[in-house]
């Protein structure tokens, strides 16, 4: 598996680039925004970029989505009940004394469960709500791509509209942590860390 990961956006967020090493196709996770650099990214990699997937759909997380679709062509990803956010990511950016520009459509809708092929990977989709209804992570190989739902020693927010926290806790316990402890875990913000280390060590899990 070819991977990188590179800061997006008015926040920082996590942008991921999973790509097959025999195809040669890429899923970008995640762009926040920054399109020329991705797009930088994935020609230096030698990558093309066949899907977007969001991980839930805040402004912060989907602020490259329109560029780099019309620039690839790429299939835009992401679960039913954040579909709606996309096209208010200007009032959602607003709250936080930012702008942003709506997304394309999705292409594709997710309900959790599905497994997503990319050439010869597999990407399992697991339903984490919480921080958003629609929120979901990727689960690829020994890699966890969380987006908002899990951060190292911390949780993601539920103080946002959809958001529930017992629903969050619920999740992260009963579909994350059961994964093997040397699973690695990217979130949407911040360093990487282990399902074995938040198990151990996140004090909102214990």
């Known amino acids: 598996m070819i991977f990188a990961t590179l800061p ?6 996590n942008c991921y680039i ?19 650099r991705i797009l930088q990214r994935l020609s230096e990699l030698g990558l093309k970029a066949v899907m977007v997937i969001n991980t839930h759909g805040h402004f912060d997380h989907i602020g490259g989505n329109k560029d780099l679709i019309n620039a690839t062509g790429a299939e835009l990803i992401i679960h ?7 096209e208010r990511a200007g009032e959602h ?4 004394g930012l702008q942003a520009e709506p997304s394309p459509a999705p292409t594709h809708l997710l309900v959790g469960g599905e497994k997503i092929p990319l050439g010869e990977l597999t990407l399992q989709v697991i339903h984490t709500p919480g921080h958003s209804p629609g929120g979901v992570c ?3 190989e020994d890699y966890l791509f969380v987006g908002d739902t ?13 958001g529930d926290h017992q629903l969050l806790i619920a999740g992260i316990k ?4 059961p994964l093997p402890a040397d699973t690695k875990v990217y979130p949407g913000h911040g360093p990487m860390t282990t399902i074995g280390a938040e198990k151990l060590h996140n004090p909102f899990l214990n």
Do not use: N
Request: with cysteine.
């Open 8 to 13: 997006t956006g008015p926040l920082e967020v």
């Open 18 to 36: 999973i790509g097959c090493e025999k195809t040669m196709q890429a899923a970008v996770v995640d762009p926040g925004g920054h399109a020329d």
């Open 80 to 86: 039913c009940d954040d579909s709606p956010l996309l």
């Open 93 to 96: 950016a607003a709250v936080f």
């Open 138 to 140: 990727l689960y690829v």
């Open 150 to 162: 899990l951060f190292a020693g911390s949780i993601g927010r539920t103080d946002l509209p959809g």
């Open 174 to 177: 009963e579909k994350l942590l």
